[in-house]
């Protein structure tokens, strides 16, 4: 298991706000069969641990202050303390709730993240179990609104009703809002008209091992005018 950082954008600063590390496996197998498969063997913590040990392992390359975001199901948040490794505090952290966490599991995230001091997201909303409710009880710091929204925004009532009401929900308990799936310019120009604060995605970059970050970052940089402030 290895890891790519994708960049996270403050779309009103223009600027580089941090990083979400996502697994790559080998075998050529998406994460979320390798993930799936866990889950169904009994071993999700145990795989969830293992990546998050190493994604901390591995930030080295990031500057002091940026944001690092890592995915968890809710199970693995509330064995958090299990973990023996340490968050480096020159960084800031988060933890992203999965989608597929079922409400049973989540009951002491928030309550968690808090005392670890690090930041709460939830993960894919408007998929699975991450809804509206979901975000008026947790109360996170970010709502990742899913890909598929952006994607089908334009050409659905639907999907912007879903959307609008997510945002809504987010805004209500004060949490800011990220677009994900941001693969064009045009995409750009619609999250930013819906008021997100952050976006990630294709459009930035597809993500990058620890040891082409720096020079990923200065071409994001020149490419579209991000500020990435101590790449």
Same mark, same amino acid.
Not at 93 to 104: H, K, R, T, V, Y
Not at 106 to 125: F, G, K, M, Y
Not at 158 to 170: D, I
Not at 195 to 211: K, S, T, V
């Given at each position: 298991?290895?890891?790519?950082?994708?960049?996270?954008?403050?779309?009103?600063?223009?600027?580089?706000?941090? +990083?979400?590390?996502?697994?790559? +496996?080998?075998?050529?197998?998406?994460?979320?069969?390798?993930?799936?498969?866990?889950?169904?063997?009994?071993?999700?913590?145990?795989?969830?641990?293992?990546?998050?040990?190493?994604?901390?392992?591995?930030?080295?390359?990031?500057?002091?202050?940026?944001?690092?975001?890592?995915?968890?199901?809710?199970?693995?948040?509330? #064995?958090?303390?299990?973990?023996?490794?340490?968050?480096?505090?020159?960084?800031?952290?988060?933890?992203?709730?999965? $989608?597929?966490?079922?409400?049973?599991?989540?009951?002491?995230?928030?309550?968690?993240?808090? $005392?670890?001091?690090?930041?709460?997201?939830?993960?894919?909303?408007?998929?699975? #179990?991450?809804?509206?409710?979901?975000?008026?009880?947790?109360?996170?710091?970010?709502?990742?609104?899913?890909?598929?929204?952006?994607?089908? #925004?334009?050409?659905?009532?639907?999907?912007?009703?879903?959307?609008?009401?997510?945002?809504?929900?987010?805004?209500?308990?004060?949490?800011?809002?990220?677009? $994900?799936?941001?693969?064009?310019?045009?995409?750009?120009?619609?999250?930013?008209?819906?008021?997100?604060?952050?976006?990630?995605?294709? +459009?930035?970059?597809?993500?990058?091992?620890?040891?082409?970050?720096? $020079?990923?970052?200065?071409?994001?940089?020149?490419?579209?005018?991000?500020?990435?402030?101590?790449?």
């Amino acid at each position: 298991m290895k890891f790519v950082f994708q960049p996270v954008i403050d779309l009103k600063r223009t600027s580089l706000l941090g +990083f979400e590390a996502l697994a790559r +496996f080998s075998d050529g197998r998406s994460p979320d069969l390798h993930f799936d498969q866990a889950r169904s063997e009994g071993r999700l913590i145990e795989l969830e641990h293992q990546a998050i040990k190493q994604i901390v392992a591995s930030t080295d390359c990031i500057p002091d202050g940026y944001l690092v975001t890592m995915n968890a199901s809710g199970e693995s948040i509330q #064995y958090f303390s299990d973990l023996t490794c340490s968050l480096d505090r020159r960084l800031r952290w988060g933890l992203e709730l999965n $989608e597929g966490s079922e409400p049973s599991g989540c009951t002491e995230v928030r309550r968690i993240t808090q $005392e670890l001091n690090v930041q709460l997201l939830v993960d894919d909303a408007g998929v699975a #179990y991450a809804t509206s409710e979901r975000i008026m009880n947790l109360r996170p710091d970010i709502v990742k609104l899913d890909r598929s929204l952006i994607a089908g #925004y334009r050409g659905s009532p639907e999907v912007q009703e879903l959307t609008h009401s997510l945002l809504h929900a987010a805004r209500s308990c004060g949490a800011k809002t990220l677009a $994900e799936g941001v693969e064009t310019q045009g995409d750009v120009e619609l999250v930013v008209s819906l008021g997100f604060d952050y976006a990630q995605g294709y +459009f930035y970059h597809r993500g990058l091992p620890p040891a082409d970050l720096a $020079e990923g970052m200065r071409e994001l940089n020149r490419r579209v005018g991000i500020d990435v402030s101590g790449f």
